[in-house]
C-alpha cells in the first residue's frame, strides 16, 4: 500500500514562501512521477507541476509561474513544492500525487494513482 503524506502547509501573509513537502511510503518512490496540484473553494482541482522520477525532469502548467518550483529527494521518499510571493490567489488545498504509468498525461488528475489527503495553504493579503 503506498501512501502519501502531505504537510508545509499554513497562513502566510501575501509576498511570503512555503516549501510543502509529500513523504511517500513504499520502496518504488524513485519510479513513480510526482504532481503536485490544488484546488481552489468551489473550483475544479488543477494542475500545478510535475517530476519524474527517473530523470528529475520537471514540468509547469502554464497558469502557474516561476514561483513555484517543484522537486525531489529520491534518498528521502519525498517531493517538494517551493512557492515564493505567495498571492491571494495561491489560497487552495495543495495535493501531491503518484503516477505509474510512464506515458499518461500528466495534467489530468485520473493519470494518477495515489493522493495525499492534501494541505491547506492560506494567503492573507
Known amino acids: 500500500q503506498v501512501q502519501l503524506v502531505e504537510s508545509g502547509g499554513g497562513l502566510v501573509q501575501a509576498g511570503g514562501s512555503l516549501r510543502l513537502s509529500c513523504v511517500v511510503s513504499g520502496r518504488t518512490f524513485s519510479s513513480y512521477a510526482m504532481g503536485w496540484f490544488r484546488q481552489a473553494p468551489g473550483k475544479e482541482r488543477e494542475f500545478v507541476a510535475v517530476i519524474t522520477g527517473s530523470s528529475g525532469d520537471t514540468f509547469h502548467t502554464n497558469s502557474v509561474d516561476a514561483r513555484f518550483t517543484v522537486s525531489r529527494d529520491n534518498a528521502k521518499n519525498t517531493v517538494y513544492l517551493q512557492i515564493t510571493g505567495l498571492k491571494s490567489e495561491d489560497t487552495a488545498v495543495y495535493y501531491c500525487?503518484?503516477?505509474?504509468?510512464?506515458?499518461?498525461?500528466?495534467?489530468?488528475?485520473?493519470?494518477?494513482?495515489?493522493w495525499g489527503q492534501g494541505t491547506q495553504v492560506t494567503v492573507s493579503s
Open positions: 500525487a503518484a503516477k505509474v504509468y510512464l506515458h499518461s498525461d500528466p495534467r489530468r488528475p485520473i493519470s494518477y494513482d495515489y
